[in-house]
């Protein structure tokens, strides 16, 4: 029989977060909150190809929606909501499927610079499709991104890096 330890000092901050997470319910659809965005998952074989961080690429942003007035922008990488690691639109929509509308979250966000990405963070008040003006089928869906087209053109566009 073997026995294995972890000094506590090695977890403290993880036990101290479990404990003061707020245990949550899922929204019924009618009453969750919309950022109003559409995006696609970065891959870590996307990553490794053309130095993306892995997350949810924002591929697009509705006007007047939670995203813009945050000043979320496209090509932006989601990477955290609320402190709980995103590392695809379906964890996105699966960790919103939890907020109503009105509800602020906040959002880990990788910006490209120059030669790199930074992180920033953003407040975003969630809000509805109708506060915004935009009806169901104008919403734009979840892509998958395809790899480059041979001639150095990446799908998320051109990269100095």
């Known amino acids: ?8 000092t090695d977890i403290k901050e993880e036990l101290e977060t479990m404990m003061l997470t707020e245990t949550r319910d899922i929204i019924p659809e009618e009453e ?11 891959t870590s074989d996307i990553s490794k190809q053309w130095g993306i961080p892995q997350g949810a690429f924002i591929s697009s942003v509705t006007a007047n929606s939670p ?9 932006m990488v989601i990477t955290e909501l609320n402190g709980k690691s995103v590392s695809s639109m379906d964890d996105l929509k699966s960790y919103l499927s939890y907020y109503k509308a009105g509800e602020t979250v906040e959002l880990t966000v990788l910006v490209r610079g120059e030669t790199e990405y930074k992180e920033k963070k953003f407040q975003v008040v969630l809000g509805t499709m109708e506060e915004a003006g935009v009806t169901a089928n104008e919403s734009q869906p979840q892509q998958e991104m395809p790899y480059n087209n041979g001639n150095g053109y990446s799908p998320f566009g051109f990269f100095p890096w």
Do not use: D
């Open 1 to 8: 029989l073997m026995g294995y330890s972890i000094p506590i």
């Open 32 to 42: 969750r909150g919309w950022l109003g965005i559409s995006g696609a998952n970065v």
């Open 67 to 75: 995203a813009e007035q945050a000043g979320l922008r496209k090509e």
